[in-house]
């Protein structure tokens, strides 16, 4: 019949302040990259871009070396708006990711936990990984122009952060003292990350499109929409992206699962929180679908990806405020 | 998104014109074709997303009985309407199960023949050579000294992890069978975890019960407060396994701005696997259950049973036990509960009481309590005299004093342990002796749990395949030239989507063409 007695969780104060001063430092490194994006998309020139790994690298047509190459279906050229300010820009975002990673750091540091507990680290660590997605793209695929829609919405979530969110660093209730939140959060975080990206590149990819069909129908297009690289390219980024977080969504539920079984019981309960990470993953499942099925490809394909991104939005920021269910850490 | 016009393959000679001249068996593979094409595929999906929203906004009586009773309460003109629909039990519901079960079927009917297809193809060798290499979406030629045979010869080792065909002046060459068989492996899994999850609720069951420090229980029926057991479980034979709660200690953050958030629980339990058995010892914690013979017990909550010593007008102690109290909030574990002490002569008495843990006095005045912690605890009771109904044969809550026919007679002031209330009108006396805690455990035995486990860490795997792996073909044809010397042709082809495979094929091209320099 003893209480055991204080359990001293009081968190690091210097370092929690430390990690609140990175926060803001990110959102102006951030901020600065994002200017310099629009920047380049609004002046640069349109240049092809060469070496992208979606187009084939090096398989030019024509005599290479020794050998004559055939290419049967041409790669469509890919352009997109060129400016040095753009790679000023990407620079800053590597700047900004290297504070986001400190952030996270010495938060858990000064927590003495998983740097994940509440709804504030939640939106951090997505960030980290959404930008992390955009740095992996702009350096494999040359994807540099999503740059402004990548940093939007991390700059929009940042702000809701800071203003709405709790940040201030705690203990969490004894359910989330697992190892599990390792391994469930963070495959669902690193997935959330790399579908905002697809969700940035097919909004871009639905501008370029409406912009190639004004172009095909002859009307001349201004404005930033004419610098966009070209639709299909847009597409491809946002379906590998997708390829990528469809996996590790997939596993992070079944480990939530594994986890819910250790914690409360039973592996599947249909919380809310459950409800909607299925519903996500059922619509992304049909996003799949729809490109190899006749006549659902392009636009409609990329309306399905945006709903599944919509339904991702509302499990994170709906669920946890309107519902009362195991997973509430609001 | 309904329209089916006959343009997906499955479906090429489709709905429209063709269709009332069928024969019923014609009806019946008209059906069965629609039923496995992609597109009926891809609205099921949809449905199966749209039909799971409503169980998110709407109680569900398999998460919270209560709270479909609040929400009937509450709306009791709309409730019923929703109920006609099954809108709170939306997961068991006929209409849903409708949904993934047609899904299923169209599944096994897509996939099925699909896996057929594939084994076939994995045990057939990669098909001829073709004649014209350079309409492949790569080809590459060069030329070189090297004789046909040497090229070829060259050639194999650049197609490692390929499966190589060999005719008398080219190689051909397949790999990336994995993605097709990862393919079907997921959509398998996919139904094998549905099998798991049906079984589970046939052969399953799960039961929950309160248990103060110092008591122990038997896994039988009676001992649940509440037990759902599926359609094939027998309640009488179930794990005979035996535990007793030994100690129970919660900590808590103890100030500053978290202060009064639980910090960890932990219970010390004895355990018998059957009657006769050794006892076992085992620490239970959120996240650490205790598995016996089949069956886990989890630690799902905890809360204060005040203990009583509750004496009559003749001087007899007619009760002396702790009570469990139900808390109204995790925060101050403000907790309510009655003590029915129907042994009593003459009349039978009961009490409803507030338990405060750690009791301080609030600016307006009141009682409250303001931490989790049994730091200074009070116990406030009302007692009542009369007949409890216990008798009457209707089941009775122990967490609910049924007072129609009883009188109160007072209420008590805060008492601290070791305090005693004396009643008006010599009716009796009731002591507070002390506090225990409780845990609330639930029992459950699931027999799909592998099984589930196993089908979905295989849907990754299958995933990881389909997703990921490329099915490519290759091609190198090797023959003298005019001039003398050798003709290399090199062709590739891929049949999904992704341009990095040209890359692939050009590596492979100027490879060779490195190697016979
Ligand atoms: C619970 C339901 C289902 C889920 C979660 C699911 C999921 C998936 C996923 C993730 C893929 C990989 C897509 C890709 O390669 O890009 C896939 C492919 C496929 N699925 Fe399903 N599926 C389901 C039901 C079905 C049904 C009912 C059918 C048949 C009517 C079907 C037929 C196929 C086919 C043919 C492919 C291969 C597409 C291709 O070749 O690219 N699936 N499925």
């Known amino acids: ?330 | 998104m309904t329209s089916l016009k006959p343009t997906a393959p499955a479906s090429s000679d489709g709905p429209g014109s063709s269709a009332p001249r069928l024969s019923p068996l014609g009806w019946v593979r008209w059906a069965w074709r629609i039923l496995t094409s992609m597109r009926t595929a891809l609205i099921l999906l949809f449905l199966l997303a749209l039909g799971a929203i409503p169980g998110s906004l709407l109680p569900q009586r398999g998460v919270s009985i209560e709270q479909v009773q609040n929400y009937f309460f509450e709306n009791p003109d709309l409730a019923p309407w929703l109920d006609r629909f099954f809108l709170f039990d939306v997961y068991s519901s006929p209409w849903y199960a409708a949904i993934y079960l047609l899904l299923f079927v169209s599944l096994t009917g897509c996939v099925l023949p699909r896996a057929l297809a594939h084994y076939r193809l994995m045990r057939a060798r990669p098909p001829k050579t073709p004649r014209r290499l350079d309409r492949m979406p790569y080809s590459a030629t060069f030329s070189t000294d090297a004789t046909p045979d040497e090229v070829l010869t060259q050639a194999r080792p650049l197609l490692k992890g390929y499966r190589i065909e060999a005719d008398t002046d080219s190689l051909s060459a397949e790999a990336g069978y994995l993605r097709e068989t990862g393919n079907v492996l997921f959509h398998l899994a996919l139904l094998a975890l549905l099998v798991a999850l049906a079984i589970g609720s046939f052969f399953g069951y799960r039961g929950n019960m309160l248990l103060v420090e110092g008591d122990s229980f038997a896994n039988t029926l009676p001992s649940y407060d509440a037990f759902h057991p599926g359609h094939a479980v027998d309640p009488d034979a179930i794990e005979p396994f035996w535990l007793r709660l030994d100690d129970f200690e919660a900590a808590f953050v103890q100030d500053g701005s978290f202060s009064g958030q639980a910090d960890s629980f932990s219970a010390d339990v004895t355990y018998r696997e059957a009657p006769g058995e050794v006892e076992q010892t085992h620490v239970l914690k959120v996240n650490h259950p205790l598995q016996v013979d089949g069956a886990q017990v989890y630690l799902l909550g905890h809360g204060y049973a005040p203990s009583f010593k509750v004496t009559d007008s003749r001087g007899d102690v007619v009760l002396d036990q702790p009570v469990p109290f139900l808390f109204r909030d995790t925060f101050t574990f403000t907790s309510d509960g009655v003590v029915k002490v129907p042994d009593s002569a003459p009349e039978q008495l009961g009490f409803t009481g507030v338990f405060l843990p750690s009791a301080a006095t609030a600016e307006s005045g009141d009682l409250v309590s303001d931490f989790p912690e049994a730091r200074n605890p009070r116990v406030v009771l009302k007692g009542f005299v009369g007949d409890l109904g216990l008798d009457s044969g209707d089941s009775q809550s122990v967490y609910q004093l049924y007072a129609e026919r009883m009188t109160q007679v007072g209420e008590s002031p805060a008492m601290a342990p070791g305090d005693t209330w004396e009643l008006p009108d010599g009716a009796g006396t009731i002591e507070f002796t002390g506090v225990s805690d409780y845990i609330s455990l639930q029992v459950a035995s699931n027999p799909s749990r592998v099984p589930a486990l196993v089908s979905a860490i295989a849907a990754v795997v299958g995933l990881l395949g389909t997703l990921f792996v490329q099915p490519r073909r290759v091609w190198v044809r090797a023959r003298p030239g005019a001039d003398g010397r050798t003709v290399v042709e090199v062709a590739g082809l891929v049949k999904t989507e992704g341009a990095a495979s040209l890359a692939r094929f050009h590596e492979l091209a100027s490879g060779l063409n490195q190697r016979l320099r």
């Not at chain 1, 929690?16 to 200017?35: K, N, Q």
């Not at chain 1, 609004?42 to 190459?69: H, I, M, N, Q």
């Not at chain 1, 297009?221 to 969504?249: G, Q, Y």
């Open chain 1, 1 to 330: 019949m003893v209480h055991a007695l204080a359990a001293n969780v009081a968190a690091d104060s210097n370092l929690a302040g430390i990690s609140e001063d990175l926060v803001l430092a990110l959102i102006i490194a951030y901020a600065i990259a994002l200017f310099l994006f629009v920047f380049e998309a609004a002046y640069g020139r349109r240049e092809s871009l060469a070496g992208t790994r979606l187009v084939a690298v090096g398989a030019t047509e024509g005599r290479v070396d020794d050998l004559t190459v055939n290419l049967r279906s041409k790669e469509p050229e890919v352009k997109a708006s060129r400016h040095i300010f753009g790679r000023v820009g990407l620079g800053v975002t590597v700047v900004g990711f290297a504070i986001n990673l400190v952030q996270i750091v010495t938060r858990g540091l000064a927590v003495d936990r998983w740097p994940w507990g509440n709804m504030f680290e939640f939106v951090v660590a997505i960030c980290f990984c959404g930008v992390g997605a955009f740095l992996f793209t702009s350096f494999r695929y040359k994807a540099r122009y999503l740059g402004t829609f990548v940093l939007i919405p991390v700059l929009l979530l940042l702000g809701i952060a800071v203003r709405w969110l709790d940040g201030e660093a705690g203990p969490v209730v004894p359910a989330l003292d697992s190892y599990w939140i390792a391994i469930h959060v963070s495959a669902l975080i690193l997935a959330t990350g790399a579908f905002m990206v697809s969700g940035s590149a097919t909004i871009t990819y639905l501008v370029a499109q409406r912009t190639e069909a004004k172009r095909a129908l002859g009307e001349t297009v201004s404005s930033i929409a004419a610098k966009l690289p070209s639709a299909e390219l847009l597409d491809r980024v946002a379906h590998r992206m997708i390829i990528l977080a469809f996996p590790l969504w997939t596993f992070g539920v079944i480990a939530g699962a594994i986890w819910a079984d250790e914690a409360w019981g039973r592996f599947w309960g249909w919380d809310p929180k459950e409800v909607w990470s299925f519903i996500t993953w059922v619509v992304y499942a049909a996003y799949l679908h729809a490109r190899a099925t006749a006549g659902w490809q392009g636009k409609k394909a990329a309306w399905i990806s945006l709903i599944g991104f919509a339904c991702l939005l509302f499990n994170f920021f709906g669920v946890n405020y309107m519902f009362s269910g195991l997973h509430s850490y609001a």
